[in-house]
């Protein structure tokens, strides 16, 4: 049986594996809760906002995502690849993404401000106009990656081949342009 909920905030609670599948959530506020090994099946959320929130093992297929907001969470090897993409959009500050697979998803415009994201997997996405705003992405895989228009302009430790990726007005710093330049493995001094 599913749920309509508005306009509730969620404190310090511990989600059940089960207990989200098929509700739909609406302008309510998640702070300090732990999704771990949950199961989002069905869910949707629309103009939500999550504050220092655990998703470790979370199953976030088939979850809708509409204006929200992840702050300060911990997302470490979730699989984002099977999200709703009808009329979706969400975006992550301060957040803990290593391990986190994106594959194949139109993330046109995504934000992703001051996280980690340690072997991140962007393989076949779509992030044109994406914001890395200071982000480390470390060991990140972009290959058949979509970059039109991303703004790398703050964000460290990245390697992207230009050769398999589109980059077209991509933006990049001086001083991190030579993760540009891996693939060609030279010296720059």
């Keep these: 049986?599913?749920?309509?909920?508005?306009?509730?905030?969620?404190?310090?609670?511990?989600?059940?594996?089960?207990?989200l599948c098929n509700n739909e959530y609406e302008n309510c506020t998640f702070n300090y809760c732990?999704?771990?090994?949950?199961?989002?099946?069905?869910?949707?959320?629309?103009?939500?906002?999550f504050n220092h929130c655990n998703f470790k093992e979370a199953k976030?297929?088939?979850?809708?995502?509409?204006?929200?907001?992840?702050?300060?969470?911990d997302f470490t090897g979730v699989n984002f690849a099977?999200?709703?993409?009808?009329?979706?959009?969400?975006?992550?500050?301060?957040?803990?993404?290593d391990y986190a697979m994106f594959y194949k998803l139109k993330l046109k415009g995504m934000q992703f401000t001051n996280c980690s994201m340690v072997s991140v997997d962007f393989m076949e996405s779509d992030l044109t106009e994406a914001l890395f705003d200071n982000c480390n992405l470390r060991l990140a895989v972009f290959s058949d990656t979509n970059l039109t228009k991303a703004d790398f302009y703050s964000s460290q430790n990245f390697s992207i081949n230009p050769v398999k990726n589109k980059l077209k007005k991509a933006i990049f710093s001086n001083e991190n342009v030579k993760g540009l330049l891996d693939k060609f493995e030279i010296i720059i001094k």
């Design 60 to 73: 976030i297929g088939h979850v809708g995502l509409r204006q929200v907001m992840f702050i300060d969470s």
């Design 82 to 97: 099977m999200t709703d993409q009808v009329i979706y959009e969400f975006h992550f500050t301060n957040c803990l993404l």
């Design 34 to 49: 732990d999704f771990t090994d949950c199961n989002f099946t069905g869910a949707i959320f629309v103009d939500c906002t």
């Design 1 to 19: 049986m599913s749920e309509f909920i508005f306009d509730k905030t969620f404190e310090h609670t511990t989600i059940s594996k089960y207990q």
